[in-house]
C-alpha cells in the first residue's frame, strides 16, 4: 500500500472538517465545504463539468435543501479504499477514494494554484 494514500488516522468533526494524518507523515485538513464542492458523485461532477462551460458572466443560484449551516451527519469507510460521507443537505452519493481525497488536499491546492497550475 502507497503510504501517501494510507490513512492512519481519520478525525470527522461534523460542522467544521475532516482531517486525515496519512502514513507519510502528511496532514490534509478538509473543510466540509470544501469536501461537499468537490463531491466525486457521477451527478455532482456533470454539474462542476457544465458550470465550467458557463460563462463566466452567469450566476448559479442553489436550491438550499436543509436548515443551517453544512454538516456532515454520518460517514462510513467504504471497504479499504475510501470514505463516504452523508451531508445535511441530504446528499450522500459521493464515495471519496483515498486517492482522491490526497488528491484534493487543500495544501496541494493551494501549492499547485501558486505554481501557476
Not at 503510504?3 to 470527522?12: A, G
Not at 455532482?44 to 438550499?64: D, I, N, Y
Not at 484534493?104 to 501549492?111: L, V
Request: aromatic share 8%; glycine share 6%; charged share 30%.
Amino acid at each position: 500500500m502507497d503510504p501517501r494514500t494510507t490513512p492512519l488516522k481519520l478525525n470527522l468533526k461534523r460542522d467544521e472538517h475532516l482531517e486525515i494524518q496519512w502514513q507519510d507523515g502528511h496532514v490534509c485538513v478538509y473543510p466540509l465545504a470544501y469536501l461537499r464542492k468537490r463531491c466525486p458523485c457521477a451527478s455532482c461532477k456533470t454539474f462542476r463539468e457544465e458550470q465550467a462551460r458557463k460563462p463566466r458572466t452567469s450566476l448559479t443560484v442553489f436550491s438550499k435543501t436543509s436548515e443551517g449551516p453544512l454538516a456532515a451527519t454520518h460517514a462510513e469507510l467504504v471497504g479499504g479504499y475510501a470514505l463516504r460521507i452523508d451531508w445535511s443537505d441530504q446528499h450522500g452519493s459521493g464515495i471519496y477514494s483515498f486517492q482522491y481525497l490526497r488528491d484534493i488536499c487543500p495544501e496541494g491546492e493551494k501549492a499547485k494554484m501558486e505554481d501557476g497550475r
